[in-house]
């Protein structure tokens, strides 16, 4: 088992009125630890993320999970994996959903705080019928992709276009409740440039500039832009590839990952600019994450940098889960963003009062407000947590991710010259260079480290997991033991299908010279009759040091991750 890192900036503005802020929330997709040049890499250039960073506060102790619809659906939820059932990916054209019983973030802030909500970009959370889709989960615009991956400009994905323009309409307009509609207009415009386009439209809209149609309710901007970049396929304009030519060690697939990334931060480039051309930077909260950490070393064909910290996408290690910062090492977990911004829009805690009644009720593990934690600046000991439970499966031992995973510098990147932002929590002794590490995880890997049996990581002192301590340390690990069976018993079965799968209906459905067919819900307005069909049915903290117990998927016992304080 391994762990992922993801990057996660706040910017935390002084708001210049008295009514809740705005709230922009940009999520990339398998961007890489290193990926940002204020993380540290010297090979991709990225000043509009970093100008984000240095607005506010970098969290060096922030985690997600190791895979995307997993990740985004507790930054939606405020709820753990372990109690939405959703561990892996949801795979497309499947009736797999985040459960429709639960209230959404989008739902939250309009129900506190009367909030605007539009969502642009990657949705992944279920696509089978209405009430699964962005729309039906609180946003009230939406534009961009339900599924997990497709074509960067020809947005197909399994033969049919995944890239949908809907709304969701208030009562009494004259409109029906919901429109959907495939964009094809957008068929063979780069995603990262037609979800950038939308996203600053949205803003024009409340900045007083016209947006979608003219000025868009004077009400408080929930802006959700989760970006199609850097996930494969690799796709990118062909004047950001070339920028790239030569600096990448002639590896092809590291110089497509850092041509989308430029993209990615001159998108967010323009965001940032329109809300500040629009008057409304000073009353914003922006957030910048990742989903998960960046597959490294060609895994899933793709070259993201995680170095120097240990593994990547589909692990649990370091690589996988933490989001570096140079301000703050205080713990937050993407679980806390409902509570946090739910606390901090309303201006009345405890957030748990703006649960609606009949709600499922929130488990430890779940989200806790970190906003005193955030508005002190991530000071130390601000933090409501003392331990992040990165995951824990259920007693039947099923255990997704792998573990072999350890340490890859990029291609073309001098790993002795490049001076990491988490470095000085590595071992210098062994953070020598990319041979060596390579030379490292060979002998890890031959030893079959933390496959069959639990290692125990201070990742305090060694943030990128070299030595294992849990020979020296029985007590500790059975502390860990004992509170990740706490977890794991409140664990539940991974999610199944439910209902009806979605369909490809016709594009001449909404116009006679549209060709090509479109993914659409099952009970859509525009889905003819008889084409339905229905689907088989931690941390804590003790003194200054921080510890983490890890396990891989063997045989003897199901997978688990805790980090606690020694």
Same mark, same amino acid.
């Given at each position: 088992m391994t762990v992922l890192c993801v990057v996660s900036v706040l910017s935390l503005l002084p708001f210049a009125t008295s009514r809740p802020p705005h709230i922009v929330f940009i999520v990339s997709d398998d961007l890489g630890f290193n990926d940002v040049s204020f993380h540290g890499s010297n090979q991709i250039g990225t000043p509009n993320?970093?100008?984000?960073?240095?607005?506010?506060?970098?969290?060096?102790?922030?985690?997600?999970?190791?895979v995307c619809s997993p990740s985004r659906a507790t930054f939606m939820s405020g709820r753990h994996v372990i109690h939405t059932g959703i561990y892996m990916p949801f795979r497309q054209g499947t009736p797999l959903r985040l459960n429709l019983s639960y209230s959404l973030l989008p739902q939250y802030l309009r129900r506190c705080c009367n909030y605007s909500s539009h969502m642009v970009g990657k949705w992944h959370l279920g696509q089978n019928v209405l009430a699964a889709l962005p729309t039906g989960r609180g946003f009230e615009t939406y534009l961009g992709y339900w599924s997990g991956a497709e074509d960067y400009v020809t947005h197909d994905t399994l033969g049919a276009y995944d890239f949908n323009d809907d709304a969701r309409h208030e009562a009494g307009s004259a409109a029906a409740e919901v429109t959907l509609r495939p964009a094809v207009e957008l068929n063979g415009t780069y995603s990262t440039a037609a979800m950038t386009a939308r996203a600053v439209r949205v803003i024009e809209g409340f900045g007083g500039g016209g947006g979608l149609g003219g000025s868009l309710p004077r009400r408080p901007l929930f802006l959700y832009l989760p970006y199609q970049a850097v996930h494969w396929p690799l796709e990118a304009p062909p004047q950001y590839v070339d920028r790239y030519r030569g600096r990448t060690g002639g590896d092809t697939r590291r110089q497509l990952v850092c041509a989308m990334a430029k993209a990615l931060d001159d998108g967010v480039g323009q965001v940032t600019a329109a809300l500040k051309r629009r008057g409304m930077w000073d009353d914003s909260l922006v957030l910048f994450s990742s989903?998960?950490?960046?597959?490294?070393?060609?895994?899933?064909?793709?070259?993201?940098?995680?170095?120097?910290?240990?593994g990547g996408k589909n692990t649990l290690w370091e690589g996988g889960t933490r989001v570096v910062g140079a301000v703050s090492y205080e713990?937050?977990?993407?679980?806390?963003?409902?509570?946090?911004?739910?606390?901090?829009?309303?201006?009345?805690?405890?957030?748990?009062?703006?649960?609606?009644?009949?709600?499922?009720?929130?488990?430890?593990?779940?989200?806790?407000?970190?906003?005193?934690?955030?508005?002190?600046?991530?000071?130390?000991?601000? !933090?409501?947590?003392d331990w992040l439970l990165y995951e824990v499966h259920p007693g039947d031992r099923w255990?997704?991710? !792998?573990?072999?995973?350890?340490w890859h510098p990029p291609p073309g990147e001098d790993s002795t010259a490049t001076r990491y932002a988490v470095g000085e929590r590595?071992?210098?002794?062994?953070?020598?260079?990319?041979?060596?590490?390579?030379?490292?995880?060979?002998?890890q890997r031959k030893a079959g480290q933390c496959a069959e049996e639990y290692c125990l990581f201070n990742v305090t002192a060694d943030a990128c997991e070299y030595h294992d301590l849990a020979a020296e340390r029985p007590a500790d690990v059975a502390r860990l033991l004992r509170r990740l069976d706490r977890f794991r018993a409140t664990a539940v079965p991974v999610v199944r299908p439910e209902g009806c799968e979605p369909v490809r209906v016709p594009n001449s459905r909404w116009g006679a010279g549209f060709r090509g067919v479109s993914w659409q819900p099952c009970d859509g307005p525009m889905t003819p009759p008889g084409l339905t069909e229905v689907? !088989?049915?931690?941390?804590?903290?003790?003194?200054?040091?921080?510890?983490?117990?890890?396990?891989? !998927?063997?045989?003897?016992?199901?997978?688990?991750?805790?980090?606690?304080v020694a």
């Open positions: 993320i970093d100008a984000i960073a240095a607005d506010g506060i970098t969290l060096m102790n922030y985690h997600v999970q190791p989903d998960n950490g960046g597959p490294t070393n060609g895994n899933e064909g793709t070259w993201s940098s995680n170095f120097p910290l240990r713990k937050l977990h993407a679980t806390d963003w409902l509570p946090t911004l739910v606390a901090m829009a309303s201006g009345r805690p405890p957030w748990t009062a703006s649960i609606p009644p009949g709600e499922a009720p929130y488990l430890e593990g779940d989200g806790v407000d970190n906003w005193p934690m955030l508005r002190a600046g991530g000071a130390p000991g601000s !933090s409501a947590r255990a997704p991710h !792998s573990h072999g995973e350890t590595c071992d210098r002794s062994l953070r020598v260079g990319a041979a060596e590490a390579i030379t490292l995880g060979r002998a689907a !088989s049915a931690g941390r804590e903290r003790r003194g200054e040091d921080l510890f983490v117990l890890v396990r891989g !998927s063997g045989a003897a016992s199901p997978s688990g991750r805790l980090e606690s």
